[in-house]
């Protein structure tokens, strides 16, 4: 599966952006997708992730409430829908294919190769 991350850019707080990754090759509806970000001089984070079939949806919860993840296996793209974006969700946003939505990093498999989100105050 390869991936491809679209959509980051500079936001004023309180804005809202859109994540796509769109995946090609093996059957993208057979991957749970997760997006995570890594902030400059921070450790990669979990952010949201989901189900193959869309079905379930984990947050967290620094995100939580803020942030949608969905999927259109009919499009092989998983987005991320942003809001009320703070200057701390500041980072580089990958998406990520793997067997189960998991939170933790080493679960994925495919690796997009980064968005840039900046938000500023």
């Known amino acids: 599966v390869q991936l491809q991350a679209s959509g980051g850019g500079l936001v004023q707080a309180g804005g809202s952006l859109r994540l796509s990754c769109a995946a090609s090759?093996?059957?993208?509806?057979?991957?749970?997708m997760g997006w995570f970000r890594q902030a400059p001089g921070k450790e990669r984070e979990f952010v949201a992730a989901?189900?193959?079939?869309?079905?379930?949806?984990y947050y967290a919860d620094s995100v939580k409430g803020r942030f949608t993840i969905s999927r259109d296996n009919a499009k092989n793209t998983v987005s991320l829908q942003m809001n009320s974006l703070k200057p701390e969700d500041t980072a580089v946003y990958f998406c990520a294919a793997g067997p189960r939505p998991d939170t933790t990093q080493r679960t994925y498999n495919y690796w997009g190769q980064g968005t840039l989100v900046t938000v500023s105050s």
């Open positions: 090759g093996r059957r993208f509806n057979n991957y749970s």
């Open positions: 989901i189900s193959p079939s869309g079905g379930s949806t």
